[in-house]
């Protein structure tokens, strides 16, 4: 059967076909089995998330509406709000560190374009990306009251911030529109792009999640200026990772202008030089970003296992919540990457000079390429839970080349040959 709406009730059509004309809607398809046994319905339901990453400037301006209205996708609906007399609302969570830097601009934007709005500032590290903090958020959201299809959490932060509040809003009501605003490097070219929501649980990193994309995530390059150099590193990592994994382009503008990058925060000015940095750093974001979607768009649920966005997140979480708060997550997944430049070397998928311009690389960029945490008996421990989860399967990404991957099981023996080269030539 096709199940169809006709004057606002649905009714079961029997066969694929339907004449549309005739129809308001089709939906899933339905099949029935009766048996000695009893009746069986098998529904075949397809669920489309339609978002929007937009780049934009100036996003705290008064006159820039992209914060309140840049989610909806009917114009004539942004006209119909713009004509109502009715004040917008909206709830703000807002990472604590950055309502120190932007409060009063965000406060000033609320108020200018009359917005009822509460606004909660939040200590969102990684060491406080738990349920609690998650239930804290849907809490306050509740006493506020919002409408949850018209009226969408804004979170405005780093990486944990956007995860945790996406958790939250995906929980609320059992699914509420948010956006995410990303504050750091990090933000801006990963988490903020995907579907991905979660909060850490029982000493494992992101535990407990939901896999909910927001309705839009509004990127602005200008709040990278207020980061320190160490989060822009952090992000150079997963910016890295894309290029390894799919561009080499990608890896050639970081191989040569990532310390000039590093050095401006993604900033320029008007002068020829500043143009020449704003190319730099546009087309690096671009393509970061172009690359995540294309890995994460078609597989928003992870369905498929062999994913290239997992290098340098195999023994990274680990590592992370070992350490913590010591290392940032972009950092670990550089040690991871690290290593794995080592296996793929080891395993004949790299020369050694591809090798050397890797690692050589990672350090220009600031980021540590080695950690003495970082054992033999964690990374097998790292494996080993990677294949509970993958089908019995490492599917570890390594790089052939540059800017080239393939999925690899990898022996013991490589692993642990590319563990003490690793440790000899970068400890």
């Not at 979660?198 to 990127?219: D, E, Q, R, S, T």
């Not at 080499?248 to 020449?276: P, W, Y």
Request: hydrophobic fraction near 40%; charge should be neutral; aromatic fraction near 6%.
């Amino acid at each position: 059967f096709s199940l169809v709406r006709v004057k606002g009730t649905w009714k079961r059509k029997l066969g694929k076909k339907v004449n549309k004309d005739t129809v308001d809607c089709v939906s899933a398809a339905k099949s029935e089995s009766i048996t000695e046994k009893g009746t069986s319905w098998t529904v075949v339901s397809p669920i489309i998330f339609t978002y929007k990453v937009t780049e934009a400037q100036n996003l705290l301006d008064p006159c820039n509406d992209t914060l309140l209205l840049g989610h909806i996708t009917d114009p004539q609906q942004v006209e119909d709000i713009k004509k109502s007399s009715k004040p917008l609302k909206r709830f703000v969570v807002v990472d604590q560190e950055v309502y120190k830097i932007y409060g009063d601009k965000i406060t000033e934007y609320l108020e200018a374009n009359n917005v009822l709005y509460k606004i909660l500032a939040l200590p969102t590290t990684e060491e406080n990306k738990s349920m609690e903090m998650a239930l804290k958020i849907i809490d306050e959201v509740n006493n506020f009251s919002i409408d949850r299809r018209r009226e969408p959490i804004i979170a405005i932060g780093g990486g944990v911030c956007l995860d945790i509040v996406g958790l939250a809003a995906s929980l609320y009501r059992r699914r509420t529109p948010y956006i995410r605003v990303p504050t750091t490097l990090l933000s801006y070219i990963d988490a903020s792009v995907g579907a991905k929501t979660g909060v850490n649980f029982a000493n494992c990193k992101n535990k407990l999640g939901a896999y909910i994309p927001p309705a839009a995530a509004f990127l602005d390059l200008s709040f990278i200026k207020t980061v320190p150099r160490r989060h822009i590193s952090n992000g150079l990592a997963e910016m890295l990772k894309m290029a390894l994994m799919k561009h080499s382009g990608l890896f050639e503008i970081l191989e040569k202008h990532g310390r000039m990058l590093l050095d401006t925060k993604f900033q320029a000015d008007n002068s020829v030089d500043g143009r020449n940095r704003v190319q730099a750093a546009s087309q690096a974001t671009g393509i970061a970003i172009t690359t995540m979607l294309e890995e994460l768009a078609p597989n928003l649920w992870e369905d498929d296992l062999n994913r290239l966005v997992d290098f340098g997140h195999l023994i990274s979480p680990a590592l992370e919540m070992k350490v913590l708060p010591s290392l940032l997550h972009g950092e670990a997944v550089n040690i991871d990457m690290s290593y794995m430049v080592y296996v793929s070397r080891e395993s004949g998928l790299l020369t050694e000079e591809e090798k050397q311009r890797i690692i050589s690389c990672m350090v220009g960029l600031e980021l540590p390429v080695w950690h003495e945490a970082c054992t033999m008996e964690l990374i097998q421990k790292s494996l080993q839970d990677r294949l509970k989860h993958s089908g019995g399967l490492a599917r570890m990404p390594l790089p052939v080349g540059l800017g080239q991957a393939i999925f690899n099981n990898t022996s013991y023996e490589i692993l642990h040959r590319a563990y003490e080269k690793w440790s000899d030539e970068l400890s």
